[in-house]
């Protein structure tokens, strides 16, 4: 099972080309490594893009435009020019495979990339919202100040700790394969996606306790003492005027660690839950042509890549919003 | 006058009642042993530098900060014994802060209706007409829609104003609501509170606005380290001190121009 985590990592890592290469070299054939350059170069390119848009002068756009070009060309021409480049070509970027290996055909022992990739999203989505809310509860735990809750402060903060420390690969083998293990009455009959959404909720919810916490610590205390002094109580405080303030405030860094959480769904496929990364193994294994992994790469950017330019519109927004405020 | 108005039901004369009120932060004593008593319909002015405990004093009636020592009371009832509702309390006592603090996430509206719906369970279309009402008699009624920070300082601490009497207190405590301000600005908030003094609020200001409190206070007490160094009418405090203290003050202010 432990090589199935691998290609996780390829998908996982995708969007920069060096910790592909460094997670690549350790179990596979030495041209792995080099593969991936034009990949990036590509993403390079169409990262860039709006921003040249938005940089304005029409000098500088033709300047930025022929120097990102230059430096395209060039590192695709190093791809090509390289010993292994034609092998390297066929083994992950042959498009007969890569088509075969998108639509899939179980009749013959692999399944559709394309398909699979459902279940990522379906894990990431509901991963998603439970990781709101549990993630909230810890931090409304953490940030509480009464002597009765001590206790728990105490389990809270054990707890991030714990799930921040563990590598999210060992919770999901934890669960995945410890929880089935109990023979508990409905515990242990889930599929192997629910125990992959257990294990990311446990894992992400940990990280995402701590932005709450920022974002909670970031609303001024003048605040609090608004609110309280008009006679709200401490909870309706918190839910009218702090927490909505507190969210404004960790949008950008909440939105990072979905982009994260949507690529490591690929970790559940170590239990053999067919999702992307999982299906394009399969295919790999089965026709020695590593062309599915590719597929499964673009498909993680296809879902990556937008909530990572929304992210940032965001951030933009929020910086033009505060600027205006502080010129009235 | 009719949110801000005073209800009928008071039966006794003294609305705030500070009696040998002490409060430390760690060593350091701000409040030592201060009384005072406000009647209702009374407007008293807190004067003194910086740091003399002014500020400290009217968080302390409502409660925000807990007092070290001595008792606070409200319309005749001891609020700082405990077991007391502090909720309630501070229901009924309107507190406007020098920073406005107003909501930056709420619009104007939402900013003045949402105590009086979510801690008096005022219907919405009730509290809406309250904040219409009151914002339009202050000047604010085509900012309702706007967000805070679209507003001026003064516009912003005249909602802020609002926010607290649409609660419908029985006393306000005004703390430095001009120190702010820019300015030109100062003359439309105070003007807000000299209407609410017309209209009979009790009101416990601390202000460095010497014209202002001459002006609209019953009585003026100087505080300094704490304690209340001399407490007069206006006329009396401000022509006649009795305190060396006091007159060194007053001195600086006019020093500064201020008086």
Known sequence: MTTDDEPGTVGAAGPSGLSVSGAGLTRRPSPDGRIVEP??????????????????GGRAAVVSTVSTLVVLAALVAIFLAAPGSAQVRHTFFDPHD?????????????YSVGE????NIRMFLVAEVLILILALVIALIRQSTGPVLFPLRVLAMIYVDFFRGVPLLLVVYAIGFGLPALRLAFVSSQSFAVYGVIALTLSYSAYVSEVYRAGLNSVHQSQVAAARSLGLSHGTALRYVILPQAVRNIVPPL???????????????????????????????????YSSLTVAAILFLILTIPLARFTDRLIEKDRRRRLAGAVT | MTAASLPATETTAEAIGVTEVHKSFGQNEVLSGISLSVAAHEVICLIGASGSGKSTLLRCINLLEPISSGQIRLLGQDVTRPGVDANLV?????????????????????NVTLAPVKALRMPRAQADAQA???????????????????????????????RALAMQPEVMLLDEVTSALDPELVAEVLEVIRELAAGGMTMLIATH??????????????????????EAPPAELFTDPKDDRTRRFLRRIVEAGRL
């Not at chain 1, 699979?116 to 279940?119: E, K, N, P, S």
């Open chain 1, 98 to 110: 890569m088509w075969q290996s998108f639509i899939g055909n179980p009749s013959k022992g692999y």
């Open chain 2, 209 to 230: 606005e010497m014209g202002f409190a001459r002006d609209i206070a019953n009585r003026i007490c100087f505080l300094e380290e704490g304690r209340i160094i001399e």
């Open chain 1, 39 to 56: 990949s990036p170069g590509g993403f390079f390119s169409a990262g860039r893009g709006p921003r040249l848009l938005s940089a304005g």
């Open chain 2, 90 to 110: 501070r229901r009924r006592v309107g507190i406007v802060f020098q920073s406005y603090n107003l909501f930056p996430h709420m619009t104007v509206q939402r």
């Open chain 1, 255 to 289: 939105l990072n660690d979905f982009i994260s959480l949507q690529k490591d769904t690929a970790l559940v496929g170590v239990l053999g839950a067919i999702e992307a990364n999982q299906a394009a193994q399969i295919y790999g294994s089965t026709f020695f042509n």
């Open chain 1, 116 to 119: 699979a990739i459902w279940l």
């Open chain 2, 132 to 162: 219409a009402e009151l914002l339009a008699r202050f000047g604010l009624a085509d900012k309702r829609g706007e967000y805070p920070d679209r507003l001026s300082g003064g516009q912003q601490q005249r909602v802020a104003i609002v």
